[in-house]
């Protein structure tokens, strides 16, 4: 199963290695991971995608909190989360080459996943797009058609809904 | 006040109560070698031979006393060799202080003159590192990493220091009230459901049995062991790590469990219905095959690293805190058993496992040609009594040296459990005798393990420590060898050290007594000369080229699929 894992640190130097050197000395599995400072710089967050069974999870839990410079470790998928992640598209629209498609086709896409276009050339679009990583997969499906040049995703991040800390 | 680095690690290290360093030299480590060479009344420095060795020393050191043990080496190289003592201090939980000189702060990153990323390769073996860029923050790590390494689980922690920090001034404030760090709080007390839930499991079970490790040893906790123990009467395993916190000649102790522990204590822990894990953490040279381990047992598991409990093996009821004061924990409630039908019960399997002990799995027999490793052990068991302390390096010797030297009390062996680190006993002799020059200071080792070090002889001449030094010389790489004899069809795969060094006049050449023997009725007049002499020896015993420690269970076996021994 999918593990959302949040982990506030200490924004000091090596902090992210640490964490890094973790997973993959002892194979944990990392699907995605982001980290920036929060707060008043003093923290940071970082927030891990992991899969594995319940016993594999406790230990990453359990090793993650030993790390000294780790302040607080949540499992997000224990209980209701907010997840989101952004990615960056960047579609190839040339004008007089149809079998790359209409922009007007990929702009309706755009509109469909409450999309936004924050750049545009003649021959091509970056669309920006946010939500849970289910969305911005099926976002990319309907683009893929057009003729995707590069993209980026940022990963998911997550906060428990609710007051809980 | 204003002070340099170097001058202020000086001042961190006394206000730690420090008063020996191991350690070797180099440029980027001289502002520090200086500052210590000024204050060498109240810090005294040990010139080992090799890095490696230091690393050892401070080990051993921390080993015997409980305290951190303190190294101190320059960049590069001098780094890199203090990296298998680290691993080695890491997988045993051993509080060591490793201070690594570093090129100046403006060529870190620029591949400078022996500059190497210590923190990078020393972060997974070691339980904290830190690299000080700044010297207004190196008496706050100096203390942190005091605090990290003795605190919860044990460990050695790291501090890399540039040399232009050591030369720089600055505002020094000396340490008000105890380190806290909001990102480590170590979990010390049991929680009291928890131990009650301890205290009826324990009063029910029909067939207890303690297996108890190094941490209980790290936690200075055998008097609450032994009350416990006692209190119950309840049979106790020990592990490799764990020896001598329960004393080896009562009656309630049925030896080492795991790969070379002895039938009672296997079958004991196939057949009981409560094991009680205390500060250890089911390794696999423990358990054997996972799923057969202890099958018909509920488990309950006292560890100060919750990261320990149900790693391998899930438990029934984890306890997380430090072992001394959730013995106390428990003690305070246990009671000694009056119900009749109880007392009958632990009896009854007090019964079983003497007929197991009956077996008498240990058994040897020393003829009068060929000198047996095991009778050279157990002499000198007898004429020390069991009370001197123990280093040893790995292989058959240091398992036939946990079978055979009945330890009396803790902190009084020393061997490299998790690592198994070859060329770990005379380095760590040398800091146990540091730490205890009245006390009998023994390595057993290997004729090839004692090569990896055995420059270390400089050190012990160079401070006159009266180290003794037993190698069971038996021309082989044994414990390699008999893997290969059991599981290689004895294809002896670059095990056999056609060559080795006169060991008598290599001890000669550095100046200390050498002895040897291959003659059995010498054994033991050859161990009383080395013993009573006054300085360091070096005693050569020729035993048996092709022999096996029993019992044994293979790898991936269960406990009680062990081999027992021709004899048997
Ligand atoms: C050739 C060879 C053969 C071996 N064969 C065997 C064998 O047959 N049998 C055997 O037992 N071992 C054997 N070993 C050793 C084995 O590899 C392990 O090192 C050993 O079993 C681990 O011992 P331990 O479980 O006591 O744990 P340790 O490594 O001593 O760990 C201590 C545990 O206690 C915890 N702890 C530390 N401090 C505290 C505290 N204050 N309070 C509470 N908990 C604390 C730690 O978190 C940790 O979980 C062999 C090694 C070699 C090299
Ligand atoms: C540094 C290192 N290299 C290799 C090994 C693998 N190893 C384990 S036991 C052993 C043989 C040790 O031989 P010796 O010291 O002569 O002891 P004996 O087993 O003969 O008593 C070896 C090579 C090791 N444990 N450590």
């Known amino acids: 199963m999918r593990h959302i894992i949040s982990v506030l640190v200490e924004n000091e130097a090596g902090v992210l290695s640490r964490v890094a050197g973790l997973f993959s000395a002892r194979g944990f599995n990392v699907e995605s991971l982001t980290v920036a400072p929060v707060g008043t710089g003093e923290t940071s967050r970082i927030t891990l995608v992991t899969a594995g069974d319940g016993p594999i999870i406790e230990q990453i839990l359990k090793q993650l909190n030993k790390l000294v410079p780790v302040i607080q470790v949540t499992d997000l998928s224990d209980s209701p989360h907010v997840g989101r992640e952004l990615l960056l598209v960047k579609v190839l629209t040339e004008a007089g080459h149809p079998e790359r498609g209409g922009r007007q086709e990929v702009l309706n896409i755009v509109q469909i996943f409450q999309a936004r276009v924050v750049d545009a050339t003649p021959g091509s679009l970056i669309i920006e797009v946010t939500g849970s990583a289910d969305k911005l997969d099926a976002c990319l499906a309907l683009l893929e058609p057009y003729g995707v040049a590069d993209m980026v995703r940022t990963g998911q991040v997550a906060l428990a809904r609710g007051s809980r800390k | 006040m204003q002070l340099t680095g170097a001058e202020i690690v000086v001042r961190c290290l006394l206000e730690e109560g420090v008063r020996v360093v191991f350690g070797y030299p180099g440029g980027a480590a001289l502002y520090i070698y200086d500052e210590m060479h000024k204050q060498e009344e109240r810090l005294t420095h040990f010139l080992v031979r090799h890095e490696q060795g230091a690393l050892h020393a401070a080990d051993g050191y921390a080993r015997v006393t409980g305290e951190v043990g303190v190294a101190l080496v320059t960049s590069g190289p001098g780094a890199t060799n203090a990296v298998t003592g680290l691993a080695t201090a890491y997988m045993d939980s051993i509080p060591i202080l490793c201070i690594s000189a570093q090129v100046p702060v403006p060529l870190i990153g620029n591949d400078a003159f022996q500059e190497v990323d210590t923190v990078g390769i020393t972060r997974s073996c070691t339980k904290h590192n830190y690299l000080v860029r700044d010297v207004r923050d190196l008496a706050r790590v100096l203390r942190e990493a005091f605090y990290i390494a003795k605190s919860g689980r044990p460990g050695p922690v790291l501090v890399d220091i540039p040399k232009d920090v050591s030369n720089t001034l600055c505002e020094y404030t000396p ?262 020059p009245n006390k009998p200071v023994i390595v057993i080792t290997g004729d090839g393990s004692i090569q990896m070090n055995i420059q270390e002889l400089g050190t012990c001449l160079q401070y006159r420590l009266p180290v003794k030094i037993v190698i069971l010389n038996n021309g082989f790489l044994g414990m390699v060898r008999q893997w290969q004899e059991f599981f290689y069809n004895k294809r002896y795969a670059q095990t056999d050290l056609e060559i080795a060094p006169d060991f008598v006049k290599l001890a000669e050449a550095y100046g200390a007594l050498g002895l040897r023997t291959d003659r059995p009725d010498e054994v033991e007049s050859i161990l009383r000369q080395g013993l009573e002499h006054p300085g360091t020896v070096l005693m050569d015993f020729r035993v048996r080229r092709e022999a096996n420690v029993y019992p044994m269970v293979p790898a991936g076996k269960a406990l009680n699929e062990m081999l027992l021994g021709e004899l048997l």
């Open chain 2, 175 to 436: 340490p008000d009230g105890d380190v806290t760090i909001r990102s480590y709080r170590p979990t010390i007390k049991g929680h009291m459901r928890q131990i009650r839930r301890a205290v009826e499991m324990l009063q029910a079970a029909k067939r207890p049995l303690l297996y108890t490790g190094g941490g209980v040893v790290l936690a200075n906790a055998s008097k609450g062991l032994q009350q416990l123990t006692r209190t119950l009467n309840l049979p106790i395993t020990n592990t490799l790590m764990g020896l001598g916190s329960f004393p080896a000649t009562d009656g309630r102790f049925i030896g080492m469990l795991g790969m070379h522990g002895t039938y009672e204590a296997n079958m004991a822990v196939s057949h009981c219905d409560l094991l009680v894990a205390i500060g250890a953490r089911f390794d696999d040279r423990v358990t054997g095959k996972v799923a057969d381990f202890a099958t018909q047992a509920k488990i309950i598991h006292i560890d100060v690293d919750p990261t320990s409990i149900s790693k391998n093996v899930r438990v029934d009821l984890p306890i997380v805190g430090d072992v001394r004061a959730v013995l106390e924990q428990i003690n305070a409630l246990i009671q000694e058993e009056n119900c009749a039908e109880k007392q009958e019960d632990i009896l009854r399997w007090w019964e079983q496992i003497e007929a197991w002990r009956a077996k008498n799995c240990l058994h040897f027999t020393q003829d009068d040609r060929v000198i047996e490793s095991q009778y050279v052990i157990q002499t000198l068991c007898n004429l020390t009594r069991g009370q001197a302390i123990i280093s040893t390096d790995v292989g058959q010797h240091q398992m036939w040296a946990a079978q055979f030297y009945e330890f009396q009390y803790p902190r009084h062996w020393l061997t490299s459990g998790g690592l198994g680190t070859m060329g770990y006993g005379l380095p760590a002799a040398i800091g146990a005798q540091v730490a205890r």
